[in-house]
């Protein structure tokens, strides 16, 4: 019986299989370093006496109940939930809007669509910087109508402490809704046309199309679009500093703003390391059971 002899590796055979991992080590220890060690650090930092400069002195969970006692804190997390609901379904239903409207194949669709992404081409602070001229009651949409000679319209929003938070709504929703229309259409033209023309010789009208086939098929993109939304409504800063800079008042503020607030403006680092411990641990609760439920999908 003839015993077959393993062949050896030479030193070509390692090189091919190790080259992957050299190329790849460096970008990786970078991404431990300077991502998740930085979270460890914020992390601890939550847990310290930090004020101005980093410190070691340890004080468990006072910073968190400290944080939660304060009200320009609950007055971040208000306007996100109002903030954050409102961009979240506004983008989602104008998404699928547009999505809808470009599905009919209508003519100069690549224009249309092209039009409708631009926006998500631009910064935030560009978007900010754009809005917050135009709803300027002294130079934006207020000051050319009533140039226009319709004097008692008013517009304001900006500076109203009770409107001011719809106006970051409108700036977003503005800038990313053709992002999210993109998604829309891409799980509409992943729609198998059999099923729609079997329900259409049924005697299906259109509403009942969509309601029963189209849009329960939309569910991945649905989901996708609101990990998204929801992790750029937590996280949102620049649009915010750009657009109102908090104000008036605090009638704008977000955790984003105020954890940049209280470290590097009143020295409370302490503080400002357990808001954004908080708003990773909310942005963490929303996209691990989104991965695992597509990770188990696939499995």
């Not at 304060?70 to 104008?94: E, H, T």
Request: include cysteine; proline fraction near 4%; charge should be positive.
């Amino acid at each position: 019986m003839v015993q077959s002899v393993p062949s050896r590796q030479g030193p070509g055979d390692w090189l091919r299989s190790a080259l992957p991992k050299l190329v790849l080590s460096p970008s990786l220890a970078l991404v431990v370093i300077f991502v998740y060690g930085f979270i460890f650090f914020t992390f601890y930092l939550s847990m310290t006496d930090s004020r101005i400069l980093p410190s070691f002195g340890y004080v468990g969970l006072e910073n968190y109940e400290k944080l939660f006692r304060l009200r320009s804190w609950s007055i971040a997390v208000d306007n996100l939930f109002v903030f954050g609901g409102l961009y979240i379904v506004i983008c989602c239903v104008l998404g699928l809007a547009l999505a809808i409207l470009l599905d009919q194949k209508i003519r100069a669709e690549g224009a249309i669509r092209t039009i409708y992404l631009y926006p998500m081409a631009l910064s935030f602070i560009v978007t900010g910087t754009a809005w917050k001229w135009f709803l300027d009651p002294g130079i934006g949409l207020e000051a050319v109508v009533q140039g226009w000679g319709w004097e008692s319209f008013t517009f304001d929003w900006i500076k109203n402490r009770q409107m001011a938070i719809y106006t970051i709504v409108i700036a977003a929703v503005w800038q990313t809704s053709g992002f999210v229309m993109a998604m829309f259409l891409a799980g509409l033209r992943g729609i198998d046309n059999e099923v729609l023309k079997a329900a259409q010789i049924d005697g299906a009208s259109n509403w009942a199309l969509y309601r029963r086939i189209v849009i329960p098929q939309l569910r991945p993109a649905f989901m996708s679009a609101f990990v998204v939304l929801a992790h750029m409504a937590i996280k949102s800063y620049d649009l915010v500093i750009a657009l109102t800079n908090g104000g008036p008042g605090r009638a704008t503020e977000l955790p984003a703003t105020f954890m940049y607030s209280y470290t590097f403006t009143r020295n409370q680092m302490g503080i400002g390391a357990a808001s954004a411990t908080i708003m990773l641990m909310t942005i963490a609760a929303i996209i691990v059971p989104y991965l695992w439920s597509e990770l188990r999908e696939k499995s």
